[in-house]
């Protein structure tokens, strides 16, 4: 079966610090891979998509995301943090096996502190 | 970039009346348009993809008659909550793609809070 798994339902972390919020997949042949946020009461904005070339994504709002292969994984990352990443972060592949649709992992609230 | 809009971004309604929630994509057309629905501090379940022109294609387990999609032009998407009951109070997020292309992403709306009442 396919589909994505975001360990952590909450990620803590202070200001200034790094930040990584992990996603392992379970997709069948070359995985698309997206990065949405969501703020509260709002819709998910796009971060960031793995298609195919170098594992290192650039995205917006200074992330950036590592497609690592042979470990399944696609985390999602940001060198210092801000208190306004505080938000909802998906992670989805494309399942294209089902029509091209994302599948969302369970989400991980990011809290950054000052 | 692309932009979807989604309207009401809120609504109270009574039970067992009916709310219509609109999707619109505002600066390209989409013939597929999916439409989610998030429970509170839950991730996002796939109800139905909106197919202009055609019917809507429903997610295992979602009632059709309930939640009623419309996709009559390449711009518009219509999700009707028929005789709404406080268990289908909810947050519901319209999403379209940009284009055919699997590299595509999709824009999301900013989504409806549904409160029954």
């Known amino acids: 079966a396919q589909s994505v798994a975001q360990p952590e339902d909450q990620v803590n972390v202070a200001e200034g610090n790094p930040l990584t919020v992990k996603c392992t997949y379970s997709?069948?042949?070359?995985?698309?891979l997206f990065w949405y946020v969501q703020y509260p009461n709002r819709g998910l904005q796009f971060l960031l998509k793995?298609?195919?070339?170098?594992?290192l994504v650039k995205g917006s709002y200074g992330f950036e995301a590592e497609f690592n292969k042979s470990q399944t994984s696609f985390h999602l990352k940001k060198p210092s943090a801000l208190v306004s990443d505080s938000a909802l972060y998906f992670c989805?592949?494309?399942?294209?096996?089902?029509?091209?649709?994302?599948?969302f992992g369970g989400g991980t609230r990011v809290l950054v502190k000052p | 970039g692309a932009v979807v809009s989604q309207h009401p971004s809120w609504v109270i309604c009574k039970s067992g009346t009916s709310v219509k929630i609109e999707c619109r994509s505002l600066?390209?057309?989409?013939?597929?348009m999916f439409w989610y629905r998030q429970f509170p501090k839950q991730s996002l379940m796939l109800m139905a993809t909106?197919?202009?022109?055609?019917?809507?294609?429903?997610e295992q387990g979602v009632e059709k008659d309930k939640f009623l999609i419309n996709h009559a032009s390449l711009t518009l998407s219509t999700l009707t909550v028929t005789s709404a009951h406080p268990e289908d109070s909810s947050f519901y997020i319209c999403?379209?793609?940009?284009?055919?292309?699997?590299?595509?992403?999709?824009?999301f709306g900013s989504g409806t809070r549904l409160t029954v009442v």
């Open positions: 600066d390209f057309q989409a013939t597929t």
């Open positions: 997709v069948s042949g070359n995985p698309y």
């Open positions: 909106s197919n202009e022109g055609s019917k809507a294609t429903y």
């Open positions: 989805a592949p494309l399942i294209k096996a089902a029509g091209n649709k994302l599948t």
């Open positions: 999403s379209a793609r940009e284009g055919v292309g699997q590299g595509y992403g999709y824009t």
């Open positions: 793995y298609i195919t070339g170098d594992n």
